[in-house]
């Protein structure tokens, strides 16, 4: 399996940024995907997953409103929508993919993500 994480870079506060994950290696539309992030000094987070079906999503509270996960399981992919950036933003983010195909719901746990992308970094300046 392997996951590509692209999209991150430098926004100024209140600007946008799109992030994307693509996937091969596993049959990508019976797994769940997750986003999460890690600041320096500080340990991974869960940000965001969105279930193999995409009708069920979960979010961290603090990018509740302004940030959206979405998957297009024709491309293989998913996304994650950064609106209204804070400075906090700022990490390395990661997608992952669900260890467990058809799981009810989605996953806020990193122990129940086998898989990894390589991490995109996002700078948020003020």
């Known amino acids: 399996v392997q996951l590509q994480a692209s999209g991150g870079g430098l926004a100024q506060v209140g600007e946008s940024l799109r992030l994307s994950c693509a996937a091969s290696?596993?049959?990508?539309?019976?797994?769940?995907m997750g986003w999460f992030r890690q600041a320096p000094g500080k340990e991974r987070e869960f940000v965001a997953a969105?279930?193999?079906?995409?009708?069920?999503?979960d979010y961290t509270n603090s990018v509740k409103g302004r940030f959206t996960i979405s998957r297009d399981n024709a491309l293989k992919r998913v996304f994650l929508q950064m609106n209204s950036l804070k400075p906090e933003d700022t990490a390395v983010y990661y997608c992952?993919?669900?260890?467990?195909?058809?799981?009810?719901?989605?996953?806020?746990?990193?122990?129940?993500?086998?898989?990894w992308g390589q991490g995109t970094l996002v700078t948020v300046s003020s």
């Open positions: 992952a993919i669900d260890s467990r195909p058809y799981r009810s719901g989605s996953s806020t746990k990193v122990e129940d993500y086998d898989y």
């Open positions: 969105v279930s193999w079906s995409g009708r069920s999503t």
């Open positions: 290696g596993r049959t990508f539309s019976a797994y769940g």
